[in-house]
């Protein structure tokens, strides 16, 4: 099949799929109309985790539930929950949104195929995958937990940021990504048993591409660092230090746009 032909496929994808969620949208606000669940009447204060509450890999997710988006139980969330809480959080549409609900329906434990628990995103291979800005490797002893955040990877990771950079370019989180991959597969060999499918390093692109969106200037990059720091290492959206959500939808084709400038860092050498 041509490059051309594939182009064209993936844009006929997106269409449909912005179409079908649109549906959904309309369906998820008329809802959150009927049962009075809208954010200017519900609470969304952070609260911390407590002991029997389900958490993720992902700080984006775990934040939105410690703020109420989702539920802060972190269990039983289906897929409109999903979407409601990201578009309520930080305004991501839906179509992006089934990026990451359709994969989190397939971990499910709940004995439901329509919800997920948060935990169930722990699964290796189907979202998490070797190579966290911020967790250690399934397969990497002692500990074995791809969970939890780690404090001397996330540091590695802003290493390459650099000091005094009040914002992370599309070309600095992309290094920050690259730099991480290689600590663990590179020479050195940090995991021995380290793995990445060409679908993790796709969705590890796509992941730095959302922060980049959500707490940058459009598809320019530039994520506030101050904010994308306090999302990874307190779990809570930045809303103290000035964040507040777009009035803009962001929308499935700016994430993949950035995805794609992220990855292009990736085929050139490193500057320095």
Known sequence: MSSSTNITSTALGI????????????????????????????????????PDDRRSPCPMLNALANHGYL??????ISLAQ????????????????LIVGIKALQASTTGHWTTFHLSDLNTHGVIEHDGSLSRADLSAPPNYDNHTFVPEIWAATLQVLGENEERISIEKAARMRLARIDEEEGPKRGNPNFSMSSEDKRF???ETAL?????????EGGAETR???????EERLPIEEGFKRSDKPLTIAEVLELQRKVEAV???????
Do not use: C
């Open 15 to 50: 269409k449909v799929m912005s179409f079908l969620t649109s549906i959904l949208a309309v369906g998820i606000e008329a809802y959150a109309k009927l049962t009075g669940k809208n954010e200017d009447t519900e609470d969304h204060s952070w609260q911390k985790p407590g």
């Open 71 to 76: 539920p802060h139980s972190g269990r039983d």
């Open 82 to 97: 999903l979407m409601h809480g990201l578009q309520r959080g930080i305004n991501l549409s839906p179509n992006a949104t």
């Open 204 to 206: 590890s692109a796509i």
């Open 211 to 219: 922060y980049l969106r959500v707490f940058g200037r459009g598809t």
């Open 227 to 233: 904010w994308v720091r306090v999302l990874f290492e």
């Open 266 to 272: 990736g085929a050139t050498p490193d500057p320095k």
